[in-house]
């Protein structure tokens, strides 16, 4: 048996090079002595962890709140709320403070996976620089020769943030309730291969073992990738109709004003919109999310220390302060009222961060992005709500006419101030695969072949506007492009101008993001601009999205991701070169052969890049990241992407509040 902590630094490489936007960078220069804040807008007051007393027998320093609640008998001391081994956390400056309020903006329930970011706790987790995986929920693994065995050992004495063990069962009770289709209509995809679920059994009660039939070669990268196979048995069961009692349960179901057992259990079993729910998080949110200010405090029985004993985290609370449009995000910033953020924050707007760094005692850093393309547009190949226009949307030429049509250029000046580069949504220069044909394939301004693609199609007539008319002359060719409200409308404007230039009639769409993403699961989406993330190898391969028919927020193919989440139970089977990504994928998947998975993984990238079913426009290598001066140990540099739960994986738990 082959034993590891980490998997090897050859599986990628990242290059984080020199900053691409070197002069805001030098501009923002040593933090600014931090200047007097306003009384209101100031974080609470911290304090610095104490040194373990000698001869208290304490193992752990805790913070001042939670001293004063052993004090009052109501939580228990800090040895008996440790597990007998916790994740010692590094910090990046020096041992923090204790306290604070961390303030930050959101934009609502469906903007939740900003703080999602923040407090999850995968069972293994990406290293700061996202080349390997480390320890976190569980505290060791081992994986059998042939890849098929996958044997996780948890942390004894860990507990819930009620004070309950985290044990064996945990595991096993959420893999009770995967094989629940009552409960589980659609399977955790990580924990599935082919048509295989694999398989989970407990060894002892903090040992699990999960196997499958076949090598499964990327399990460990997907155990740090949005990965948390565990529930708080203890407070489920009581939700759970093969557990509960049936006349509590339908009490329960009336108070909720549910009427199905599986709603009321999804809503309990969710971090976000149930407080009560025992997590192994940081913070534990304390109301639901519908408030103007959202609360997370810190989570007594939390499991990591930093390298003096002081439990974690530094920062007492998080406080997320409801925002109702975008565009407020950046007000809220120069104003000097968000301690530190990265979500929702544009380099179309760095000139204002840079100007107002003083008066609002704040520095500037830029971090790394994984993203192909800043701004992209994916063509939706199973919409069906009008045919005429779906075969288009299906049509090779049609999109690569439309990519032709942009003029990306044009668009890094005016939404991305010349920062970006014009390219398709496809690897970037630093991951392994790189292609330059693949990057630059129709992204040439080239109207007048845009026209010829066109008229090639068929759709030569025009009416009297300009506008070019379907084959049977039933109209105008109408494309509606799906604009999420959570994310600049500049480019979708810019866009809407170059197609309708090129005869081809563009609507926008303006969406709030619950609405997008329900109307995307429901297949009505035509075309919808995004970021495209993850553009890495093997990172993709984690988070695929983007580049195969995942599931229903695979925005290309959101009935083929169904029937790819549901192994063909349910959905659109894919056609062609939709089916054959993912039978690469699945390739990719299972093998334990590294050079096998790079070559499966390069096959999916070329069938992207020579079908465009996304169209990439610009891409910005660095995105903005605001912090207050006195908010320390963030790091200056940090690899921002999706799946390894950036900024979770720079260690916000040991990020504190300077006090002089």
Known sequence: MATRSTISRRQFLWISGASVVGVVAAACGSPASPAPAEPA?????TSAPAAVEAGTGSRFNEAPMLRELVNQGQLPPVDERMPLNPLVSEVEEEIGQYGGTWRRVWLGPSDAYGMWRLRHETLLRWSADSTYVTPNVAESWEVNEDGTEFTIHLREGMRWSDGEPFTADDMLYWYEVQLNPDLTPVKNVRMSLGDEFGKMEKVDDYTVKISFSKSYGLFELQMASEFEPYLPKHYMQQFDPAHADPAELDAKLQEAGLDQPQQLFSLRSSWSQNPDLPVLS????????????????RNPYYWKVDEAGNQLPYIDTIMHELLQERELVTLKVVAGEVDMQSRHLGVNDLPLYMENREKGDYRVLMWPTTQGSSYCLMFNQNYDADPKVAEFLRNVDFRRALSLAINREEMNQVVYLGLGT??????????????????????????ERANQMLDELGLTERDSEGFRLLPDGSGPLTIVIAHPNNIGSDPTELVKSYWEAVGVKTVIDTQERSVHYE?????ELQVAPWGNEEMIYPLFLVYPWWV??????????????????????????????LRRVIELYEQAKATPNEEERFQAAMEMMRINAENLWTVGCVAVSETPVVVKNNFRNVPEKHLHGTVNGSPGNARPWTWFFRQA
């Open 41 to 45: 807008a100031a974080p609470a007051a």
């Open 282 to 297: 940081p913070w534990v949110v304390k109301a639901e999310p519908t408030v103007t200010l959202w609360p997370a405090e």
């Open 422 to 447: 014009p390219r398709q949504s496809t690897l970037l220069p630093q991951s392994p695969g790189f292609n330059e044909e693949w990057a630059t394939a129709y992204t040439e301004y080239d109207p």
């Open 519 to 523: 109307k995307m699961h429901a297949n």
């Open 548 to 577: 195969m028919p995942y599931g229903t927020s695979s925005r290309i193919a959101p009935l083929s991701g169904l029937w790819y989440q549901t192994n063909g139970q349910q959905g659109v089977e894919p056609e062609g070169d």
